[in-house]
């Protein structure tokens, strides 16, 4: 896309105004009031050398650049040169790039193909999916797509919580109380059952719990029997994840959860040792963080058995060792702050100094209407319901509304879901929400089936053109005919995408992202109330359609980056 900064550079660069391009690059701005024009260049570092007053030579400057075609007008304002871009010049620019572009508008190459980590999502095994996981799963999914179109080779990790002690209870469990057919059937509802039946009954029989240890070390140890339990347990647990997966679209590169590190935490260990940076503390190693203003990090517990933080330093190092990540990203709520700031600290610690590329995104709390969640009170809302849920009330609106569609299930999985990602990713990351239906099916809101029904509204006015949509040749269109009002703010917000993208991804921030979209279709439907598109005036026609075309590509590719589906009809 023509970047405007720089053509202004290369026109004030030939002009010869006594500055390197570069020089110039640097001091082109643009104005906070738009009146003062699009971009403006201000003459006081130009004094000393020229030794003649600012508003001089800015009057100077102007007079040499006015005559060219890009702008509009050229002003000087005291020490400034104030530039006015042509608008015609603007969407006769933008328009035919987006539509060449297509799905790849937005789209750039900042990572050079350099390798950066997304991990997201990491439920545990053999606990509810719920609604809280929704965050990490759904922002880490937007992150991946960010950090991707803007060039980077990502690695998406899906860090299972798949080890620990809580497998020696379970596997005991299973064997006093279980049943085959009803962890198949049901495995996560199951399987919580016995966790929680073990928990009642150890009250009673506390040698349960010392037979739940011994089972744990026989699985540390690759005894087969409880390998093979466990493994199953995981197997069936991850069946169930993956349906919520499919269902949000998302799919991950690697699912190598805690369990995977086991045998690599020994190293970890050693190298501590051998950097004195291990202390024994009441038969626990810990590594010292006071200095710092953190608590201790505990790396092995007084019974010799490791721990999660333990474990993420070894997956630390194995991913550098793997991928060669120039970014690790950790899609984590923010309950975890310290424990990613102790790990993190204890690595640069050890001297790596990719400790610095380790980075934790964090998110605030979703609640809901009907109140807190508790896993202990069985107040537990599966994130897989909520989906279906959706989907469902979607479905009786679109049959209310009597929305045209080829396929109304189709539609119904993609707006529902669509809502609910949307809604998702509306707010700042870190602010704590609450999930509220009324608010994320609503189709006039700022929500996902308000953008999505947009983008349908301009596939229609596209498909009701007919042929002249079908054959638009971009490179022969007048645009003079959208050069005002809203057709022009419309044209200004598409041409802002690029930018956008790369801004929220490096913020990390896919609100960023979803505010924007909101502002199109906004702009699109402002343009699509305020004109008529399919006016008689073929070329004036062809100018609109062109537009509608650019904002449609827009919001899709805008869409897709956040996870969700455009339905072409709804
Ligand atoms: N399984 C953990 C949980 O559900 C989240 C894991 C986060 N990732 C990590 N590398 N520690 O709380």
């Known amino acids: ?295 201790p990090i505990l790396i092995t517990k007084s019974d010799g058995s490791s721990l999660y933080a333990t474990r993420d330093i070894a997956a630390a190092f194995y991913r550098k060792k793997t991928y060669d990540f120039v970014k690790n990203i950790y899609v984590v709520a923010s309950q975890q702050n310290l424990h990613f700031q102790q790990w993190f600290k204890t690595v640069e610690l050890m001297g790596h100094e990719w400790a610095k590329d380790c980075v934790h995104i964090p998110f605030g709390l979703v609640s809901l209407e009907e109140g807190t969640m508790s896993t202990r009170h069985g107040r537990v809302v599966f994130l897989e319901d909520v989906l279906n849920r959706a989907v469902e009330q979607t479905k009786e609106i679109i049959k209310e509304k009597g929305v045209n569609t080829d396929d109304i299930d189709e539609t119904a999985k993609a707006v529902g879901i669509g809502a609910v990602i949307f809604q998702e990713l509306s707010n700042n990351r870190i602010k704590d929400y609450v999930f509220k239906w009324d608010k994320v099916l609503n189709f006039d809101g700022e929500t996902g089936p308000y953008v999505q029904y947009t983008h349908a509204r301009a596939c229609s006015v596209l498909r009701n053109a007919g042929e002249i949509a079908a054959n638009l040749d971009t490179a022969a269109i007048d645009y003079s005919y959208i050069t005002g009002g809203a057709a022009y703010e419309l044209a200004k917000l598409i041409y802002k995408f690029p930018a956008v993208i790369v801004d929220a991804a490096e913020k990390y921030e896919p609100s960023v992202l979803t505010r924007h979209i909101v502002d199109i279709a906004q702009g699109f439907n402002k343009f699509y109330n305020e004109e008529h598109i399919l006016v008689d005036n073929e070329e004036e026609k062809k100018a609109k359609l062109a537009l509608v075309l650019a904002a449609k590509d827009t919001i899709k590719n805008g869409l897709a980056l956040l996870g969700i589906k455009a339905p072409e009809r709804m």
């Open 1 to 295: 896309m023509i970047n405007y900064k720089d053509e202004i550079a290369k026109v004030l660069f030939e002009a010869e105004i006594g500055l390197t391009l570069e020089e110039i690059q640097d001091m082109v701005e643009v104005p906070s009031d738009n009146k003062m024009g699009d971009y403006a260049f201000p003459c006081f570092k130009l004094a000393k050398v020229l030794r003649k007053a600012p508003p001089m030579i800015a009057k100077d400057i102007a007079a040499k650049i006015e005559g060219n075609h890009m702008f509009e007008k050229v002003e000087q304002v005291n020490a400034y040169v104030n530039m006015f871009i042509s608008k015609e010049d603007f969407v006769a620019h933008v328009v035919p790039e987006v539509i060449a572009a297509g799905d790849e508008y937005g789209k750039c190459n900042i990572g050079e193909g350099k390798p950066v980590i997304v991990e997201f999502s990491s439920p545990n095994i053999a606990k509810p999916f719920h609604i809280g996981h929704i965050r990490s799963t759904v922002i880490g999914n937007a992150l991946y797509k960010l950090w991707d179109a803007i060039g980077y080779d990502i690695i998406r990790i899906n860090h299972l919580g798949d080890y620990g002690t809580q497998f020696g209870k379970m596997i005991v469990a299973y064997r006093l109380w279980g049943n085959r057919e009803d962890v198949i059937n049901e495995p996560i509802k199951t399987l919580l059952s016995y966790y929680t039946k073990f928990h009642v009954e150890v009250e009673e029989h506390p040698e349960l719990d010392d037979e739940a240890r011994k089972v744990f070390a026989k699985l540390e140890a690759g005894e087969p029997e409880e390998v093979e339990l466990w493994q199953w347990f995981r197997d069936e647990s991850l069946k169930e994840f993956n349906r919520v997966y499919d269902m949000l679209d998302i799919t991950f590169d690697s699912y190598a959860g805690e369990s995977f590190y086991s045998d690599k935490m020994p190293a970890i260990i050693q190298e501590l040792k051998d950097k004195n940076l291990l202390v024994e503390s009441n038969g626990a190693n810990i590594v010292q963080l006071e200095e710092y203003g953190m608590p």
